[in-house]
């Protein structure tokens, strides 16, 4: 017998946004270093002064480099930075 997948609307409409914005296969390959490891604190649910306690800098670099990698993940609210997140297995 066959399985059948599906994908949840949340899952095909990242995915088709990015193709028809011809973003790379992973977004996730557009973050230096630094920023894939900030964005994986907060899609762990940490706070920008948790992250920035946690990386012994300012508070107000989290936000910067916050700002930078919603950017480059075309994203501009949490909740869509953590679906997408989600989808690209950031978590």
Known sequence: KE???YMNDEFK????QDFL???PANPLE???KRE???AQLLAQGKTNDEIAS???IETSTIRSYKTK???KLGVSTLHQFLSKAS????I
């Open 54 to 56: 946690a990386l012994n």
């Open 21 to 23: 914005n011809k973003n």
């Open 69 to 71: 990698i919603f950017q």
């Open 3 to 5: 399985k059948k997948q």
């Open 87 to 90: 989808v690209y297995k950031i």
């Open 30 to 32: 557009k973050l230096s």
């Open 13 to 16: 409409t990242i995915l088709a």
């Open 36 to 38: 894939l490891s900030i």
